[in-house]
């Protein structure tokens, strides 16, 4: 028996050190240190230690053959948009997400509709617990085979008895290796697991997702290594008070990071959202004041988003100013032009605002809305239902152009508006649109065309 062996790790960033510090010198942060048990055998390979290994050779570009990689289509579109047209042989994603946002359910929803054979390891439910979900999923594939273990070396015993298509592992916090004898969850172990499951994955092709738990500050929970070792990372995110959910990718190595997932959750699991746009615009009777509709983009999809903003006198000396899917710093300089541009005096008012269907929107384009938004509140005038907008707006309160803006056109139009509004500089190829295309330089000829003052 060799040696129990133990370093310390910066439970934050991954950082090794010899001995315990107080504050991580990699990361900065104070009291991460934690000692771990590393006691390591010789080999670590997910095979058995004498497994030979082959001679490799540098290659020259040219002698490489091109392969356009091979991918397993998962049915469900919005997964395969996100990877980039489904998972690659060979590829291990992370999907991280909140606790209760709906990781197991929508890898197992994907487990349950494949052709193909998935084995589904969980280390966190038991088996019934799985089954009563899958009843609920209303999906079955003869296929999928459901797995209740945490060591690794036992996944790999089944995984090559079964030769699966694809392995889900739910979580990889709860795995631990023999190799290692720090506790599950633990900095190496994550680390030993995640590599092992990676070797395993390039060796025999078989694509591997790994669900990964994310601490209170949104980060995948164990080393930010884990990140740069595995090809795709995955993003679950939403409210979990709203309905919807959102898939984003953080890093692909096989495509764009640029596209986005939608789905409801029903008690039936999550349903793919085709058009999101319809739904993110609430249905409303009458002209309500605080509301405009941007059209965004989120990657390459046109998204009709609806903002919704209060202005109501400060009660207290220190007016309030709150966001829920908005940037609070973005709000507050947009407040700050409109002080300085359109003389509205918003110092002494409160001011919220919030994105419809809980989503959260990066887009500079929604700013006109905001803006616009902030404006009929404070106005109590209502902006017409049939007007959208997208423009950024910059510091002097002029109206600037955006990307895509054609795009953003087209689903307006689609979506039977009558109105866009944008800025002057935004370059139209297109001439024959339907809607009304208003071009706008300046914040007061905005106010001009909504209120008619
Ligand atoms: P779950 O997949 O367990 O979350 P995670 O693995 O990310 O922790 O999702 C749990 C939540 O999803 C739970 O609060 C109930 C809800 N849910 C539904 O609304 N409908 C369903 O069909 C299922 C299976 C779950
Ligand atoms: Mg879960």
């Keep these: 028996m060799a040696k129990t062996k133990t370093t310390f790790f910066c439970q934050n960033c991954g950082a090794q050190f010899p001995k315990w510090i107080g504050k991580c010198n990699s990361c900065n942060e104070w009291n991460t240190i934690v000692e ?102 209303k999906n079955s594939n003869e296929n999928c085979l459901i797995l209740t273990e945490t060591k690794t070396q036992h996944i790999f015993n ?27 969850g633990s900095i190496s172990q994550i680390r030993e697991t995640a590599s092992e ?13 790994l669900i990964g738990h994310i601490t209170k500050e949104g980060n995948i929970a164990g080393p930010k290594i884990l990140e740069h070792m595995v090809d795709v990372v995955l993003q679950f995110e939403g409210d979990r008070n709203h309905t919807y959910r959102i898939l984003r990718a953080q890093k692909n190595r096989f495509g764009s990071t640029a596209e986005l997932g939608i789905y409801e959750m029903q008690h039936t699991g999550l349903r793919e959202v085709d058009n999101p746009s319809e739904i993110l615009i609430s249905e409303k009777d009458s002209d309500l004041t605080g509301t405009a509709i941007s059209a965004t983009l989120e990657g390459m999809r046109p998204l009709m988003i609806e903002v919704q903003s209060l202005v109501s006198t400060a009660v207290y000396g220190t007016p309030q100013r709150s966001c829920t899917g908005y940037n609070i710093k973005r709000l507050n300089m947009l407040l700050a032009v409109l002080e300085k541009r359109a ?21 500079p384009a929604i700013d006109l809305a905001v803006v616009s938004a902030v404006l009929s509140s404070n106005s109590e005038i209502s902006i017409p239902q049939n007007i959208c907008f997208a423009a950024e707006v910059g510091l002097a309160g002029e109206i600037r152009a955006i990307s895509r803006v054609e795009q953003r056109i087209q689903e307006a139009e689609k979506l039977g508006f009558e109105k866009i509004i944008l800025s002057k500089f935004s370059k139209i190829a297109k001439k024959n649109y339907k809607i009304e295309i208003i071009k706008v330089s300046k914040i007061e000829e905005v106010i001009k065309v909504l209120f008619q003052v």
Aim: zero cysteines.
């Design 343 to 363: 003389g509205f005096k918003l110092g002494a008012k409160d001011v919220f605002l919030n994105i419809a269907g809980g989503l959260r929107v990066e887009d």
């Design 158 to 184: 089944v995984a090559q008895e079964t030769a699966p298509d694809v392995i889900v592992i739910d979580s990889i916090q709860t795995l631990h290796t023999e190799y290692i004898e720090a506790s599950p």
């Design 197 to 209: 499951l990676i070797k395993y994955a390039k060796e025999t092709d078989t694509p591997v997702v």
């Design 36 to 137: 771990e048990v590393i006691q390591k055998e010789e080999a670590k390979s997910w095979k058995s230690p004498n497994t030979e290994r082959k001679v490799t050779k540098a290659l020259k570009l040219k002698e490489i053959t091109a392969v356009n990689e091979e991918r397993i289509g998962t049915f469900n579109n919005e997964l395969n948009r996100v990877l980039g047209g489904g998972l690659v042989k060979g590829s291990v994603v992370l999907l991280g997400g909140e606790p209760g946002i709906g990781k197991s359910t929508l890898l197992l929803q994907i487990a349950l509709r494949m052709k193909n054979k998935v084995l589904y390891v969980s280390g966190e439910e038991s088996m019934t617990q799985i089954k009563l979900r899958a009843d609920r999923l």
